[in-house]
């Protein structure tokens, strides 16, 4: 159950020393929020701070400028944009996991680990959720405080161009330009410039694509060898998992990404009539209706595959 726009409002206004979670892995949309939200409350003269688990991949580097991390023993907890406290990863649930006193949120799978939970599942991007709560607040949305946002809107939309590009996606990019963000500098980091590392990935993987079900469902496989092979780094391979429903004829891409502690990663992307967050409920992960993954311990990858792909199987009759 959601809090209401009122609640969330009088949550952030009241709250002090405020550490703000993001999810492992990080994405654009995760960190755009986790960014204008701390920017925000620094505004109003409140400490505040965003961390991740992870290393943040260096592409991201432009929404921490002049972002250094404040001292201070936190009072008040945020997550935003994580769905389940296991998706902050070990470290961070291990500390903070059952602590979370307010998650914003828009995916409808959200496990409800925080104290208090505001969620829009018929957002795009938690960054649309947020910059809702902002204009509610009445916050003065400075130019890098835009950027972040555009940053988590674009990400999470994959340029728009997704189903959950509604028009309130459109209508929120447009007023983000309009207070600063720079949306062509930001599309080309977000999803042109790629390291050459990547590219050779891509070669090697695309190499050993498999398809099934008459070319319906798609399979890339991309193992801790081909990372060694190519110095690509994992989280330089996010674009080949929206890769995989390219396809002409695919109704669904999975990509199998082998994580560096072992183990592998499902990341499924579907089109119409296929639910990847049902999918991958199955196999105990979750997500959107597009957009969805699930984890597989090693040596079980290709097993977990089997019977994914018969349930799709099953689905599509
Ligand atoms: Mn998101």
Redesign the pocket.
């Known amino acids: 159950m959601s809090i209401d726009t009122k609640r969330v409002i009088e949550l952030l206004n009241g709250a002090e020393d405020v550490l703000i979670l993001t999810h492992k892995n990080p994405?654009g949309?995760?960190l755009g929020c986790g960014v204008s939200l701390c920017r925000v409350l620094r505004a109003q003269g409140k400490r505040a701070n965003v961390i991740n688990g992870d290393i943040i991949p260096k592409k991201y580097d432009y929404l921490f400028e002049n972002l250094e991390p404040q001292d201070f023993n936190p009072k008040f907890i945020v997550a935003v944009?994580v769905a389940d406290n296991k998706l902050l990863g070990d470290k961070l649930n291990e500390l903070y996991g059952d602590k979370v006193d307010l998650c914003i949120d828009?995916h409808g799978t959200n496990v409800e680990y925080a104290k208090e939970l505001y969620l829009n599942a018929n957002d795009g991007?938690?960054s649309l959720t947020l910059y809702r709560i902002f204009k509610e607040m009445g916050v003065d949305i400075t130019p890098d405080i835009a950027t972040a946002l555009y940053t988590?809107l674009s990400t999470?939309t994959g340029c728009f161009r997704y189903s959950n590009a509604s028009s309130e996606a459109y209508r929120v990019a447009a007023d983000l330009i309009d207070l600063g963000a720079d949306n062509a500098n930001i599309n080309v980091l977000m999803f042109e410039t790629k390291p050459i590392e990547y590219f050779n990935l891509l070669a090697e993987t695309l190499n050993g694509m498999r398809t099934f079900c008459d070319g319906k469902v798609i399979v890339l496989k991309v193992t801790k060898e081909m990372f060694e092979r190519t110095g690509a780094t994992p989280d330089q391979c996010d674009a080949i998992a929206a890769m995989s429903r390219q396809v002409e004829g695919a109704l669904c891409g999975i990509t199998m990404k082998e994580k560096p502690q072992g183990g592998f990663k499902f990341s499924l992307r579907t089109h119409d009539p296929l639910d990847a967050a049902k999918i991958c409920a199955t196999f105990g992960g979750g997500g959107h209706i597009r957009a969805a993954g699930c984890d597989a311990p090693s040596d079980e990858e290709e097993e977990i595959l089997s019977k994914m792909i018969a349930l799709i199987e099953t689905e599509l009759k």
């Open positions: 994405d949309d995760t944009d828009h991007a938690a988590g999470d």
